[in-house]
């Protein structure tokens, strides 16, 4: 029995690049044999559009991207066919969007650090070289992370703090996902969901289609659970971390590009 299409959904940070040098040279095999399959590559990250944009260019994708943990998908112009249903149309892209806007979220962190008494500091409240200094990043790749628009990354709150923040957050209807570097203040929106709205544009497009996830942290979760396949990589120091258990889950034995080659690789000759 042939397998329906297949569609590969992927973090950037810690995932597809590496932690701390943001190369994806490991993985560049299985990317070229994914391209070879006709297989598209679905960058679904905390990254603002800028700054997917750019790594899109690196990679020579042309495939739909999720940004700011789920806030929004951009779909180039035609990817789906004439019809398709967007919120806006942004350049040569039609967007879908499911988060709430930046200001909004700048203002809830304010109310936020005021009632738990916490030094938070958001992006919002950083300089361009201290983004850099805490991200790795050159001042003009700092500039590209603090064009937010659906997401706030903030740092501030240990483990018992957090969860202050956490209950503060839901009272305002929103809620905190946790990355590789930061914790992460944003609307309704996850990257499940957007898995979901893309995956549904697929189906409509090619019939039903068969989901890969691949990720590495927390605020993974939702895109591993609304796939078919969910791949987890291991993180710098060796471990997954403290994961739920998720039906089918595959956790590669290596870390970031070398984990993501690793597990493509093995999925695409199980397929064959």
Known sequence: MQRPPLVVFTDLDGTLLDHSTYS??????ALEALTAAGVPV?????????????????????????????????????YFGPGTRYDRRDGNFGVIEFGRPYPELRRALETIRASTGLPLRGFGDMSLDEIAGRCGLTREEAALAAKREYDEPFVGADAGGLTAVIRAAGAAGLRVATGGRFHHLVGGSDKGRAVRALQALYAGLCGPVRSVGIGDSPNDESMLRAVDV????????GGPGDWPRLPGLII???AGPDGWREAVLGLLGDSA
């Open 24 to 29: 994806f040279e490991p993985a560049r095999p």
């Open 252 to 254: 590669a034995t290596s």
């Open 42 to 78: 679905v960058l679904c990250t905390s990254k603002t559009r800028a700054e997917t944009e750019r790594w899109r260019r690196a990679l020579h994708n042309a495939h739909p991207f999720i940004v700011e943990n789920g806030g929004a998908v951009f779909v180039p112009e035609g």
């Open 230 to 237: 969910p791949v987890l990589v291991r993180r710098p120091d």
